[in-house]
Structures are given as C-alpha cells and as structure tokens.
C-alpha cells in the first residue's frame, strides 16, 4: 500500500510539472517516492496482538484488533515517570462489529487519555446481512437483460469483503452463474495477502475454510492482472460482474469500465461506499443525465445502484457499545476527538462524555495538548 500510494503520487506530481512547464509556479513533489517507500519498509517489524513490546525504558506498547480492515490496531501505550503510569489510548480507524472477514473491535481497559477516531459517530449504518441480499437481487436482475454490474471498490478491506460474500452466495447455490472479474493488480496482490492472515479474520471465515479452503474465490471468478486482460473484458459479450479499483471512480481501471458501460441501459454501477463531493462517483449516486470521462461527454442510462452496508467504520451504535464497555472499566481521564467533521465529532462527544473524567475535547487545526 505504502509503496502503491507513493507510485500515485509521483504520476501526480509529474502531471502537475508537464501542465505548469512554462509557468514559473513552484511544483511541490511527492511526499515520499516508491524508493523511500522501498527503504522504510526495511525498518518495519511485524508485531504479535495483545503482546506488550518494550520500546524505551519506561514506556511500553501494546494493539489490540480495531476492526477496520485486515491488521489494524488499537494502539494502547503505557508511559511509567516517578513511579507513576500513564495509559494512553489511540483508536486509529475503529471498525463496526458483525462486519464478514473481520473481527470485531476490541474493547479497552481504563486508560488516562483517549484519542479516538469519529467518522461516522453521527450515522447509523444499514445491517451487513442485507448486503448479501442485494448482491444478488443486483447480479441476478442484470444477467437476466444481459446486462454487466460494474462494482467500484477500494482494493484493499471492500474488494476482499466482496469476493468473501459472492463465495458464500455461490456455495449456498444463490448466485447466478455469470462470470465476475476482479480487475486490480493491487486488490489482486492484497487478497494474497488475506490468505495467509485468515487466523485473524472472524469465527465465520473459520467455519466457512473448515469446507471451503479458499474463500475469497470460487468457479467463475477470475483476478485480473494485466491491462491487456482488462481491456478485454470490454470487448466481451454477455452478463458479467467487474469490480474493479478505484472506490471514487476518480482513477485506476474502473474509469475504463464505466466509460464503456454507461451509456447502456441493460448494465448497472453498484455504489458500495461513500462518494465524496466533485468525483465521478458522486455524480452517479447523484444520477446526472450525462458525466465527462476523458473529456467526453458520457450519457448515463445504466441504473445505478446504492448499496450501503459495507463501511469500515464504526457508526453510532457502534460507539455506544465501545464506550459503554469503557464505562464499565473505570472509563478514560481525558477524551479527545479526532478524525471526524464538526457534526460527527459532537456527537461523539456526546456519546464519550459519561465516560470521561473531563468534559470531550475535539481539538482545533492547531492546537496542542500537554499529557502530564
């Protein structure tokens, strides 16, 4: 991913230096290059859950599964200074119970301070379970026009939950047969990596692998890897599922797929997760009669379909159940809220605050804070 996110933006940055060549505008370059990337990978040390690990004398650290996309930790550190400990708590991105693939989020003792996280903290999120349902109405409906469903997802967390539910549909015998292509180098190289981690995926993966050992695929779906195979599927005939990168529609091979799907009316975009303002998924949640790919101008006659159900992040109810369990355990010192807009962050100010020794606090661009 690290080395993925720096290749984007050095492309990013050379097109910014083509299109100012003759002015005298300074171009910023990338953040960090595949090279730097390369380097800091060397330095990371892979480190067991639940364990405390030593860092310096007189601090230590711990994580505990966030359930947020494969990996991802609560970062728990103990600070101990004249004999006294402080606990400090940092969420990261905090996931939603009952999601497929992943364990659900882990809940904390008390601690002294809290950083948390507050995406969604004022939504609340349809059940996972209907997501299975409408995969399959969706697919089924479109192979029955001769229709293709084009999926944009990101590659790594969405794509692997989607391949995992179209598994279990198919051995339940509730998926039509129609083929599906998952076409991203990247998502590609990820569910690999999925498949050598699934002791740390949830009680239903382990079930599932007890007769299934693959569950990210089955007859008829195939994983895409080069751009000649994805170019292809353009020229191809018939009913067919394609999910395909990126999650926005901004960039990466989904663009491809729908510059050449839209304008048909048998063929459906599936909407998985959020589309922020000004990009080409916005616009078709928004169903525009016509979008701009490429610098064309692309009537929009597929149906497009939202399908909620599938965030990585935790909602309100989610919240509620982290920090009541944090309530029960002696509850936090101090609370602050991050990682969220205005509204989101409130109301999880809100929710954390019977558990706070102190009034929440949702920091400014800015400021500072003294642990003592």
């Known amino acids: 991913m690290l080395r993925d996110s720096a290749r984007i933006q050095e492309e990013d940055a050379a097109y910014e230096q083509r299109k100012r060549y003759r002015s005298r505008d300074h171009v910023p370059g990338p953040l960090y290059t595949e090279d730097d990337a390369r380097h800091v990978a060397k330095l990371f040390e892979p480190q067991p859950m639940h364990d405390w690990q030593d860092i310096v004398p007189g601090v230590r ?129 990820l569910t690999d990596v999925h498949r050598l981690h699934t002791a740390d995926m949830d009680s239903d993966v382990q079930t599932s692998l007890q007769q299934d050992d693959d569950v990210f695929s089955f007859p008829g779906l195939t994983y895409v890897r080069t751009q000649d195979e994805s170019m292809a599927l353009n020229r191809t005939p018939g009913p067919m599922v394609i999910i395909a990168a990126g999650g926005m529609c901004e960039n990466g091979r989904i663009v491809h797929h729908l510059k050449h799907a839209l304008d048909d009316e048998r063929n459906t975009v599936m909407i998985i997760g959020f589309q922020a303002e000004h990009t080409l998924g916005r616009r078709l949640v928004e169903r525009r009669p016509e979008v701009s790919i490429f610098g064309r101008r692309i009537p929009l006659r597929a149906r497009v379909e939202v399908v909620n159900g599938l965030s990585a992040h935790a909602d309100a109810d989610d919240f509620r159940w982290w920090f009541g369990a944090l309530q029960r355990r002696g509850g936090t010192g101090e609370t602050y809220i991050v990682h969220g807009e205005a509204e989101a962050a409130r109301a999880l100010a809100d929710i954390a605050a019977d558990c706070s020794d102190e009034l929440p606090v949702i920091p400014q661009y800015g400021q500072s804070f003294v642990i003592e």
């Open 61 to 189: 650290l711990r994580f505990l599964h966030a359930g947020h996309i494969l990996g991802a930790a609560i970062s728990e550190l103990e600070l101990q200074d004249q004999g006294q400990i402080r606990r400090v708590v940092f969420t990261g991105d905090l996931g939603r119970r009952h999601q497929p693939v992943l364990m659900d989020p882990e809940t904390i003792e008390r601690c002294d301070v809290l950083i948390c996280e507050s995406t969604y903290a004022n939504r609340q999120h349809p059940d996972t379970s209907n997501v299975s349902a409408e995969l399959q109405r969706i697919i089924c409906r479109a192979a029955e026009v001769g229709g293709r469903v084009i999926i944009p997802a990101f590659s790594l967390g969405r794509t692997q939950m989607l391949a995992y539910l179209l598994n279990e549909l198919r051995n339940r015998d509730q998926l039509c047969r129609v083929p599906v292509f998952i076409d991203s180098p990247l998502a590609t190289r």
